[in-house]
């Protein structure tokens, strides 16, 4: 199994960015699905989730301004960052949580994908 995720980059304050994580290999469903984040110096933090049922949570630092969302047949969970403040500057991570034919649930996670808002 291996999750990529793609859609980081530079953006003025203010900006939006759009990032994906699509998993792929020998995947029978995916439970939960998120993104969390490690900004320099910083500990890694859980900016958002969503189940398998599409039930979300966020970070109270990204509510109002993120939205987690997921598509099954593509095995990819999305994360659409607008109103982007120079704190959310961070390496942004995906997990899900991936069952095989008689495995798991496994928690897997993407390469990160890089976030820099300017100010």
């Known amino acids: 199994v291996q999750l990529q995720a793609s859609g980081g980059g530079l953006v003025q304050a203010g900006g939006s960015l759009r990032l994906s994580c699509a998993a792929s290999g020998n995947i029978r469903n995916i439970n939960q699905m998120g993104w969390h984040r490690q900004a320099p110096g910083k500990e890694r933090e859980m900016v958002a989730s969503i189940t398998s049922g599409g039930s979300t949570n966020y970070a109270d630092t990204v509510k109002g301004r993120f939205t987690i969302s997921r598509d099954n047949a593509k095995n990819t969970v999305y994360l659409q960052m607008n109103s982007l403040k120079a704190e959310d500057t961070a390496v942004y991570y995906c997990?899900?949580?991936?069952?095989?034919?008689?495995?798991?649930?496994?928690?897997?996670w993407g390469q990160g994908t890089q976030a820099t808002v300017s100010s």
């Open positions: 997990n899900h949580g991936i069952r095989g034919l008689g495995w798991g649930p496994v928690t897997y």
